[in-house]
C-alpha cells in the first residue's frame, strides 16, 4: 500500500484490504522494530564483508 498510494487512493486500498486508514498512517509512520533494525545493520555489514 506505501508504495500504490499514489496511484490509488489510501481509502479505498484501505477497504480491498480490509484495514483501517488511521492503522495504515500509524503503521506508516512507525519506527522499524529492533529486529528490523538489526537486520538492515546485518545487510550493511555483509555487503562491506564482500567488497573486501
Do not use: H
Not at 9 to 16: G, Q, S, Y
Not at 25 to 30: A, F, G, I
Not at 42 to 50: F, H, M, P, S, T
Amino acid at each position: 500500500m506505501k508504495e500504490w498510494r499514489r496511484q490509488c487512493p489510501v481509502k479505498t486500498m484501505c477497504r480491498v484490504f480490509d484495514v483501517s486508514r488511521s492503522g495504515f498512517y500509524e503503521w506508516l509512520n512507525r519506527k522499524p522494530a529492533e529486529r528490523a533494525q538489526e537486520n538492515e545493520r546485518l545487510k550493511v555489514a555483509i555487503r562491506v564483508a564482500q567488497r573486501r
